[in-house]
């Protein structure tokens, strides 16, 4: 029998925080709820032994993914290269000045002349449709050298060394820096004890692993449910094209950790601009994205995180994959 091709993008988290007033579900929860009426594909940071099969679904976890087919995937012409738009810097970095401290690092190759070329990425300044909103000019990008820590996974790894009396293991080569990262990447997904990944790092790794895999469905548009995905439904949108449609359950502002109120307050300001559609989650957050963002009311509606139905008419109204 073939298979549809793929209606709905679902962008999942971990188990979501639920919110004064609210009951939100978990991504799988939700797919089990919408499966009957739409194709779906699902990405979660990993997927456990509890995440059933919701047939025709097809769910993802990132962080179960191979290291090899990352490794493949991240090769590719215009694959995902950190750090991820929307933030200024994307791209290769410039070369480092060899220092007492290591050899230079040199910049990467070009590609060459049979590579295909990188989509090219919508400019940070430019105004919505209708210039509702303000230029970026206000409050300022995260500047290269910001973008760039935040994109770089820590290097000092200390390896544990093998007890005395334990039998010599065969040599193999040592990881290469590559290899080190795909496998950190692939560990703070799946919350490994070990992994020591704080919530910034595994937002960008979601975004790194979920870019090419998304790339590779057709599928009609892409559902944020919460804010931990949102990088990754920009870096998707503006690779593929397809609508974005976001769920607000809360505004950074009003949340309560210190991390919400900074790189959470740009990403989501830079998000909420390029969403094609925003729902609120409750009349309470509709007010406050409009007092806050000010857009036009028609780009914003109400609908509850359980009400399935509703959910289900938005995401079934935008036109089929071409």
């Known amino acids: 029998m073939k298979m549809l091709p793929l209606k709905v993008l679902i962008l999942g988290w971990d188990e979501p925080a639920q919110a004064a007033g609210q009951s939100q579900p978990s991504a799988v929860a939700l797919a089990h709820r919408l499966a009957p009426a739409l194709t779906l594909a699902v990405l979660l940071p990993s997927r456990t032994n509890e995440t059933e099969s919701i047939p025709p679904t097809q769910i993802i976890g990132l962080g179960n993914l191979e290291p090899a087919a ?111 990262t795909i496998l950190q990447a692939l560990a703070s997904l799946r919350n490994d004890a070990d992994a020591e990944a704080d919530l910034n790092f595994r937002v960008i790794q979601y975004a790194r692993l979920a870019t090419p895999q998304a790339a590779s469905q057709e599928f009609a548009v892409i559902y944020a449910a919460d804010w931990p995905v949102w990088l990754a439904a920009l870096e998707i949108r503006q690779r593929t094209g397809r609508p974005l449609v976001l769920h607000v359950h809360s505004l950074a502002a009003d949340r309560d950790t210190p991390a919400d109120r900074g790189w959470a307050l740009e990403l989501e300001r830079l998000t909420l601009r390029r969403a094609d559609l925003i729902l609120a989650a409750s009349a309470a957050v509709a007010e406050r994205l409009q007092a806050v963002y000010n857009f036009p009311a028609d780009r914003c509606r109400v609908v509850a995180p359980n009400d399935s139905h509703a959910l289900h008419e938005v995401l079934n109204s935008f036109p089929p994959a071409a």
Do not use: F, I, K, N
Request: aromatic share 2%; net charge negative.
């Open 70 to 180: 990352v490794a493949l995937t991240e090769r590719l012409p215009g694959a995902w290269r950190a750090p991820a738009a929307p933030y200024v810097g994307a791209g290769p970095l410039p070369p480092v000045a060899a220092t007492d401290a290591g050899p230079e690092v040199s910049p990467p190759a070009s590609p060459g002349p049979g590579a295909a070329a990188v989509p090219a990425r919508r400019p940070l300044t430019a105004p919505m449709a209708g210039g509702e909103l303000e230029s970026d000019d206000e409050g300022g990008e995260p500047g290269p050298a910001e973008a760039s820590a935040l994109s770089q996974p820590e290097d000092d790894l200390t390896l544990v060394e093998p007890a005395a009396d334990a039998a010599p293991a065969a040599s193999s080569p040592a990881p290469t820096a590559d290899q080190t």
